[in-house]
Protein backbone atom coordinates (compact mmCIF):
# COMPACT_ATOMS: atom_id res chain seq x y z
CA UNK A 1 0.00 0.00 0.00
CA UNK A 2 2.62 2.24 0.59
CA UNK A 3 3.35 2.38 -2.82
CA UNK A 4 0.62 3.08 -3.98
CA UNK A 5 0.65 6.80 -3.80
CA UNK A 6 3.77 6.75 -6.48
CA UNK A 7 3.04 3.69 -8.49
CA UNK A 8 1.29 5.29 -11.23
CA UNK A 9 3.45 8.66 -11.11
CA UNK A 10 6.37 6.90 -11.96
CA UNK A 11 4.93 4.72 -14.76
CA UNK A 12 3.67 8.39 -16.34
CA UNK A 13 7.32 9.64 -15.59
CA UNK A 14 9.45 6.92 -17.30
CA UNK A 15 6.58 6.50 -20.09
CA UNK A 16 5.95 10.09 -20.75
CA UNK A 17 2.06 10.35 -20.88
CA UNK A 18 -0.84 10.40 -18.43
CA UNK A 19 -1.55 7.85 -16.01
CA UNK A 20 -4.93 6.86 -14.24
CA UNK A 21 -4.42 4.79 -10.71
CA UNK A 22 -8.16 3.24 -10.34
CA UNK A 23 -9.00 1.47 -7.34
CA UNK A 24 -12.21 0.54 -5.59
CA UNK A 25 -13.39 1.14 -1.78
CA UNK A 26 -14.59 -1.64 0.30
CA UNK A 27 -14.00 -4.69 0.76
CA UNK A 28 -14.81 -8.41 -1.15
CA UNK A 29 -15.22 -11.95 0.15
CA UNK A 30 -14.51 -15.00 -1.39
CA UNK A 31 -16.65 -18.04 -1.37
CA UNK A 32 -14.10 -20.30 -0.60
CA UNK A 33 -11.06 -19.59 1.80
CA UNK A 34 -7.80 -18.83 1.00
CA UNK A 35 -4.30 -18.43 2.20
CA UNK A 36 -2.52 -15.53 1.94
CA UNK A 37 0.93 -16.94 2.35
CA UNK A 38 2.05 -15.12 5.30
CA UNK A 39 1.44 -18.40 7.87
CA UNK A 40 -1.83 -17.22 8.89
CA UNK A 41 -5.24 -19.01 8.79
CA UNK A 42 -7.54 -19.34 5.93
CA UNK A 43 -9.86 -16.33 5.06
CA UNK A 44 -12.19 -15.89 3.16
CA UNK A 45 -11.57 -11.77 2.96
CA UNK A 46 -9.52 -9.76 0.45
CA UNK A 47 -8.89 -7.06 3.05
CA UNK A 48 -10.08 -3.46 2.16
CA UNK A 49 -9.29 -2.34 -0.93
CA UNK A 50 -6.88 1.13 -1.24
CA UNK A 51 -9.38 3.41 -2.90
CA UNK A 52 -7.79 6.97 -3.42
CA UNK A 53 -7.78 6.77 -7.10
CA UNK A 54 -5.87 9.58 -8.85
CA UNK A 55 -4.51 10.77 -12.23
CA UNK A 56 -0.66 11.62 -12.67
CA UNK A 57 1.03 13.43 -15.23
CA UNK A 58 4.38 12.76 -17.22
CA UNK A 59 5.85 15.30 -15.19
CA UNK A 60 4.94 13.58 -11.96
CA UNK A 61 2.75 15.50 -10.61
CA UNK A 62 -1.02 14.39 -9.80
CA UNK A 63 -4.37 15.22 -8.89
CA UNK A 64 -5.25 14.61 -5.03
CA UNK A 65 -6.62 11.18 -4.51
CA UNK A 66 -10.43 10.21 -3.64
CA UNK A 67 -11.46 8.78 -0.58
CA UNK A 68 -10.23 5.58 0.48
CA UNK A 69 -13.59 4.65 2.19
CA UNK A 70 -16.21 6.60 0.13
CA UNK A 71 -17.62 6.35 -3.65
CA UNK A 72 -16.51 8.60 -5.84
CA UNK A 73 -15.85 10.52 -9.52
CA UNK A 74 -13.05 12.19 -10.54
CA UNK A 75 -12.52 14.32 -13.45
CA UNK A 76 -9.60 15.86 -14.66
CA UNK A 77 -8.29 18.28 -16.92
CA UNK A 78 -5.32 16.73 -18.99
CA UNK A 79 -3.26 19.19 -21.25
CA UNK A 80 -2.24 17.28 -23.74
CA UNK A 81 0.65 19.86 -24.49
CA UNK A 82 2.53 18.34 -21.30
CA UNK A 83 3.54 15.55 -22.85
CA UNK A 84 5.57 17.06 -25.46
CA UNK A 85 6.53 19.21 -22.99
CA UNK A 86 8.28 16.91 -21.00
CA UNK A 87 9.76 14.65 -23.58
CA UNK A 88 11.49 17.88 -25.14
CA UNK A 89 12.41 18.24 -21.46
CA UNK A 90 13.83 14.62 -21.00
CA UNK A 91 14.60 13.95 -24.34
CA UNK A 92 14.62 10.64 -24.11
CA UNK A 93 12.27 10.27 -27.45
CA UNK A 94 14.72 12.33 -29.43
CA UNK A 95 17.78 9.60 -28.20
CA UNK A 96 16.21 6.08 -28.83
CA UNK A 97 17.91 4.10 -31.43
CA UNK A 98 14.84 2.27 -32.79
CA UNK A 99 16.70 0.48 -35.77
CA UNK A 100 19.18 -0.78 -33.49
CA UNK A 101 16.61 -1.92 -30.67
CA UNK A 102 14.89 -3.90 -33.55
CA UNK A 103 18.17 -5.38 -34.76
CA UNK A 104 18.97 -6.88 -31.71
CA UNK A 105 15.79 -8.21 -30.68
CA UNK A 106 15.03 -9.64 -34.02
CA UNK A 107 18.75 -11.54 -33.16
CA UNK A 108 17.63 -12.19 -30.01
CA UNK A 109 14.21 -13.96 -31.17
CA UNK A 110 16.02 -16.84 -33.82
CA UNK A 111 16.57 -20.03 -32.11
CA UNK A 112 19.74 -20.27 -33.11
CA UNK A 113 20.65 -17.27 -30.47
CA UNK A 114 23.39 -17.23 -28.33
CA UNK A 115 23.89 -14.64 -26.28
CA UNK A 116 27.20 -12.70 -25.45
CA UNK A 117 28.14 -13.68 -21.79
CA UNK A 118 31.38 -11.55 -20.26
CA UNK A 119 32.91 -13.58 -17.39
Known amino acids: EPLWGIEARNAAIA???FTCAVNRVGTEQFPHEFTSGDGKPAHRDFGNFYGS???S??????????????????VAELDLN???????????IMTRRLP???????R????DFKPHIIM
Open 15 to 17: NQY
Open 53 to 55: SYV
Open 108 to 111: ACRP
Open 57 to 74: APDGSRTPGLSRTKDGLL
Open 82 to 92: LIRQSRDHWGI
Open 100 to 106: LYAESFA
